[in-house]
């Protein structure tokens, strides 16, 4: 009878499943990080279909001296390169990038000095300057911090789905070319964008990108 029950315990010592060690916990990161992850062109791609600048010609989308041989689906790509481009120079890729003007007085929506912000620079007051600026809400944001990533205008659908829209605006209302020197076209609201400005490094990052337009 003794050598049953050792037999059994021995059996059930058997059968318990071994120790592991507990899996470490996964470090918890930013809702947003600097740099340019396929989900911003997949973005862009989305919502510029809600323009009419692809169905521009060449002369007006002069960025690009390929626009005309382009399919609908590079063209879209295109535009993706184009604001990646602009965004290096605008907030080197960094989604809380902010910086106080000094020469464009208060906002409207905000009250205090006119801010640019987020991965293209918007500001607060393009979400009432601009019907199709969905998104930027003052009234979620103000009691953040300045420089908090959960802030409404931070976000890149935010940036982008409005930018497409001034861009569209512009290039709809004013029969101009998307590149100028001076204010013309989306160098209206961008500077980067001049030809006399940061426009000659842009294309040279477009170019890095893997763009098609100069090829």
């Not at 740099?35 to 960025?63: C, D, Q």
């Not at 409207?108 to 640019?116: D, E, L, Y």
Request: proline share 5%.
């Amino acid at each position: 009878f003794m050598k049953l029950i050792i037999l059994l315990i021995a059996l059930v010592g058997c059968t318990q499943a071994p120790t592991t060690e507990a899996p470490k916990p996964i470090e918890s990161k930013p809702a947003l990080a600097a740099g340019w992850p396929k989900e911003y062109n997949e973005i862009i791609a989305i919502e510029v279909h809600k323009t009419e600048l692809l169905s521009m010609n060449a002369k007006r989308m002069n960025f690009c001296p390929k626009w005309d041989a382009l399919a609908t689906t590079q063209k879209a790509k295109e535009i993706a390169h184009l604001f990646h481009g602009v965004a290096v120079f605008e907030s080197a890729l960094k989604p809380n990038s902010r910086m106080t003007e000094t020469t464009m007085g208060i906002d409207p929506i905000t009250k205090r000095q006119v801010a640019s912000e987020g991965l293209l620079q918007l500001s607060y007051q393009d979400g009432q300057n601009y019907s199709g600026c969905k998104g930027i809400d003052w009234s979620k944001d103000k009691d953040l911090a300045v420089d908090d990533l959960k802030r409404t205008i931070f976000q890149p659908e935010v940036q982008f789905s409005c930018a497409l829209y001034i861009t569209n605006r512009i290039m709809t209302k004013r029969d101009e070319p998307m590149l100028g020197v001076g204010k013309i076209g989306a160098g209206r609201y961008w500077l980067v964008l001049r030809e006399d400005k940061k426009w000659p490094q842009i294309k040279s990052k477009m170019k890095e990108y893997g763009s098609e337009c100069f090829l």
